[in-house]
Nanobody
Framework: QVQLVESGGGLVQAGGSLRLSCAASKTFFEINAMGWYRQGAGKQRELVAEISSGAVTTYADSVKGRFTISGGTAKGTVYLQMNTLKPEDTAAYYC?????????????WGKGTLVTVSS
């Protein structure tokens, strides 16, 4: 079992910045990827940004150039620097980890941290 603990959400005005942090508990198995998803009111959960064990990063088109993911799977910590925030970025942000050998890897989720961007 892997626990993910998030921090850093809050209320910010449009154009402002926030930094989210996520730390994974120790795991026997390798973490293949860690990242952030978000779910706005009445919307489906969507990928925001992810970093693989090979340090390859992936971003949603809507956040490219504004958000930066850092950290790494080896240490089990990831950060999401969010700049130039927009009201449409308002959502619950969830840390995600994909852990274990590919044949029986599992997905783990944090409890979520709320980000609210006011106009």
């Amino acid at each position: 079992q892997v626990q993910l603990v998030e921090s850093g959400g809050g209320l910010v005005q449009a154009g402002g910045s926030l930094r989210l942090s996520c730390a994974a508990s120790k795991t026997f198995f390798e973490i293949n990827a860690m990242g952030w998803y978000r779910q706005g009111a009445g919307k489906q959960r969507e990928l925001v940004a992810e970093i693989s064990s090979g340090a390859v990063t992936t971003y949603a088109d809507s956040v490219k150039g504004r958000f930066t993911i850092s950290g790494g799977t080896a240490k089990g910590t990831v950060y999401l620097q969010m700049n130039t925030l927009k009201p449409e970025d308002t959502a619950a942000y969830y840390c995600h980890a994909h852990v274990g050998p590919l044949d029986f890897a599992r997905d783990y989720w944090g409890k979520g941290t709320l980000v609210t961007v006011s106009s």
